[in-house]
């Protein structure tokens, strides 16, 4: 028995950052950001939103679409890096919000690999008769950690919600095999220095933009291309197939150079690579679902058709999936 995705949902905030508006607030341009990332637009929370409140929204998507209720849901994963609180959980959160008063909550950090971690935990939960029901929210207020002066993160990321809802059968999407690992030799890559147990916050961490996300562009790049594609290519090898059976790469939306070389070490043609980057930048965990919950809208997806996933972040952190659409 396969877990099953029976449903997906997403949320992006309405208010757009152009990179024309970018360039009125940090010595940058259009074309810089669009050649370096393929990045037009991105879109920020309110002050009133947050990371819960957003991947509530994204879950109420989802259930409606499934046509359940939040008290038929066992258990909540949240995936984030930008948690409301250190406690309490932000599950805890969106299942007050929901009153989802029958499931069990837990966040989970795995950077913008988070909503693979998650995929996996609530597919051993299914498969192993854990839970019945599994409601998985990756949900980022990335704005909220970004320094909007230092133009070397500032350009790539957004925020958003996506949603998915993981039961032991149903029509959807068959999760099969998964691969996960992690370098923590590179957990200086990306990294928000303060905040935590390490460096509390402190005038002196606030006035040294400490509390924002730091990234090592030419590391990362290199890292994330390498490990993805070794991840995707196990995934394959255990399921005995080629990139000839792929149908979708669907892969973590950092950065268009990324997804490009990341598909050229898989020999995928262009046709099959899914972008959303374009026009909601790096969404960090929730890139893959929003991007999933968009790919099922347009209904391009066929009855066995394989969809590869795959994603980067921080720890590091990285994973890969099959997919495959069932009826």
Known sequence: MNAVITSFGSYLPERVLTNEDLEKMVETSDEWIFTRTGIRERRL???????ASMGAEAAKDALKKNDLLATDIDAIIVCSMTHDYFCPSTASIIQKELGATKAACIDIQAACAGYLYGLSIAKAWVESKAFNKVLLIATEKNSSF??????????????????????????????????LGADGNGNNAIIIPAGGSKQPASHET????????????????????KRMAEASLECMKKEGISKRDIAFLVSHQANIRIIEATAKRLNLEKEKVISTIHKYGNTSSSTIPIALDELEHEKRVGHNDLLLLTAFGGGFSWGATILEKVE
């Open 206 to 225: 606030v006035d040294k933009h400490l509390h924002s996300i730091k990234m090592s562009g030419k590391e990362t790049f290199y890292h994330a291309v």
């Open 45 to 51: 929370a309110s002050s009133e939103e947050s990371t």
């Open 146 to 179: 970004i320094d909007f002066e230092d133009r070397t993160t500032c350009v790539l990321f957004g925020d958003g919600a996506g949603a998915s809802i993981i039961q032991n059968t149903g029509p959807g999407y068959s999760i099969r095999s998964i691969s």
